[in-house]
């Protein structure tokens, strides 16, 4: 790329404002400056070129049983592809909208960011060998459409960390897991692969998400009382699991017993739409 990017507000101002995927996609130079992150910027919606936009809805994700067909896992590929491309870009957003945020969660968010473009190439790597494509897709807005939520919670980046890192990021450790093996019981091996590698990355950023969470949360507040402080509407619980409940993931993440029994047993209601209903990360 030319004139790459000397500083993480530039690097992350590009992932914004220009709408190519190979921008989106390419990593931070090392070394990015930043020192100096500037003022408070919000941006509303990101770039993006043809073939690239976002629409209300969508498709309906295949499900694990359907992956036999090479059709319904191009499907899914593409799918769990966009929802990492949405995530470079929130990660992104959230540097900009925040500049105050302590160094090191700064830092946290943009290896965040470098885990999402690394796993949406995966996952087109593989979109690819199955002769499909990605672009001119259906692609949702499901992520994008909170943005104003995220913008206004009171809670400000604490909301943030509840409502990316341990409601979306927390479900994918359960909704990998499903996917990893329908892909393995469909004979994709090699998709099943990039499943379980997201799967040990999201630990990761559910660890991060927790660790900061209870830094910027009152001294003495638990994880579970932080959680429920500050996830904004309509996040909740119920939206942070799949059916498929994985407790020792969320054990190595640094979930303690009382936040993992909420969220096993967490109920959906009306209000507040259960994890069956909600997008994979």
């Known amino acids: 790329m030319a004139n790459p990017p000397v500083s993480v507000r530039d690097f992350s101002l590009r992932i914004l404002r220009r709408g190519d995927l190979e921008t989106k996609l390419s990593p931070a130079p090392p070394g990015l400056d930043d020192t100096q992150p500037g003022a408070a910027l919000r941006i509303e919606h990101p770039a993006r070129d043809a073939g690239l936009e ?15 067909r090479a059709s319904a896992r191009a499907d899914c590929l593409a799918r769990f592809a966009h929802h990492e491309l949405m995530a470079v870009e929130l990660f992104a957003w959230a ?24 796993h949406c190439r995966l996952y087109l790597d593989r979109l690819d060998a199955l002769g499909s494509t990605f672009l001119g897709r259906t692609h949702s807005d499901y992520f994008w459409k909170h943005e104003p939520i995220f913008d206004a919670a009171p809670a400000g980046p604490r909301a943030f960390l509840c409502a990316m890192g341990l409601t979306l990021e927390q479900a994918n450790l359960d909704f990998t897991l499903v996917y990893r093996d329908a892909f ?27 660790h900061w969470l209870k830094a910027l949360s009152p001294a003495g507040t638990s994880q579970l009382t ?3 402080d500050a996830v904004p509407f309509p996040f909740a619980a119920s939206r942070a699991k799949s059916r498929r409940f994985d407790a020792a993931a969320r054990r190595r993440a640094g979930l303690d017993p009382e ?23």
């Open 259 to 281: 936040f993992i029994e909420h969220i096993r047993s967490a109920r959906s209601n009306p209000e507040h739409p259960g994890a069956a209903d909600s997008e994979v990360p």
């Open 184 to 210: 393995r019981e469909a004979g994709d091996e090699d998709s099943a692969l990039v499943c379980q590698q997201v799967h040990e990355d999201e630990q990761r950023h559910v660890r991060l998400a927790l």
């Open 54 to 68: 976002m629409n209300s809805g969508g498709d309906r994700l295949p499900r694990p049983g359907e992956l036999l």
């Open 95 to 118: 540097l900009l909208r925040w500049p105050e945020l302590p160094t090191g969660l700064r830092q946290g968010f943009l290896q965040a960011l470098s885990d999402e473009q690394r």
């Open 226 to 228: 932080a959680y429920e």
